[in-house]
């Protein structure tokens, strides 16, 4: 099954904010309010970041929100900092009961 | 707390099976949605399947001929089956519990698994 579209990579000093796409199909982004957000630091597993598209589970920071129009989903990292260096993968339920993952994304904090 | 350990060979040979087991501690296997997903080496993230409700199951379209997940009530534990790998299937293996169907809250550390002869 074909994979969610994402950037490969995305950069930004200190401080800024960063937007990362998700771009599927009404079949699966544009279809369910079912975006989830990962961050995966080298070696690690990946850490859930965001679900349903814009909830925060407890503990993580504010910094990071999620948004979604029409087949794409976003997420944007605000106040940019060393430690947000890391892939991020979003996902999407798919009909039929399945699940995808995007390509993922590399931030590079300059 | 919630915590999820993979484990099995980290070897295996090419057409064989591979089997790998994630033994849960801090939540109930009867309840939630248990996942596996994989990651070849540099590469990104693939959803295998997940079981829920003690034994529903739903796999990847790609992987679906060769997939079987299963659950152990007793020992609170769930497997994964691969079966005729190849090189291909080289990857980090992750097992995950989901709150619901479509993100995953709990990871496990993963294990590598190297299909080679």
């Known amino acids: 099954q074909s994979a969610l579209t994402q950037p490969a990579s995305v950069s930004g000093s200190p401080g800024q904010s960063i937007t990362i796409s998700c771009t599927g199909s009404?079949?699966?982004?544009?279809?369910?309010?079912?975006v989830s957000w990962y961050q995966q630091n080298p070696g690690k597993a990946p850490k859930l970041m965001i679900y349903?598209?814009?909830n925060r589970p407890s503990g993580v920071s504010n910094r990071f929100s999620g948004s979604k129009s029409g087949n794409t989903a976003s997420l944007t990292i605000s106040g940019l900092q060393a430690e947000d260096e890391a892939d991020y993968y979003c996902?999407?339920?798919?009909?039929?009961?399945?699940?995808?993952f995007g390509g993922g994304t590399k931030v590079t904090v300059l | 707390q919630v915590q999820l350990q993979e484990s099995g060979p980290g070897l295996v040979k090419p057409s064989e099976t591979l089997s790998l087991t994630c033994t849960v501690s801090?939540?109930?296997?009867?309840?939630?949605?248990w996942s596996w997903i994989r990651q070849p080496p540099g590469k990104g993230l693939e959803w295998i399947g997940y079981?829920?409700?003690?034994?529903?199951?739903k796999y990847n379209p790609s992987l679906k001929s060769r997939v079987t997940i299963s659950v152990d009530t007793s020992k609170n534990q769930f497997s994964l089956n691969l079966g005729s790998v190849a090189a291909a299937d080289t990857a980090v293996y992750f097992c995950?519990?989901?709150?619901?169907?479509?993100?995953?809250?709990?990871w496990g550390q993963g294990t590598l698994v190297t299909v080679s002869s």
């Open positions: 995950t519990r989901g709150s619901k169907l479509y993100y995953f809250d709990y």
């Open positions: 801090g939540a109930s296997i009867s309840s939630y949605y």
């Open positions: 079981i829920y409700d003690s034994g529903s199951t």
């Open positions: 009404s079949s699966d982004v544009g279809g369910y309010n079912s």
């Open positions: 349903d598209v814009s």
């Open positions: 996902s999407s339920y798919r009909s039929g009961s399945t699940l995808v």
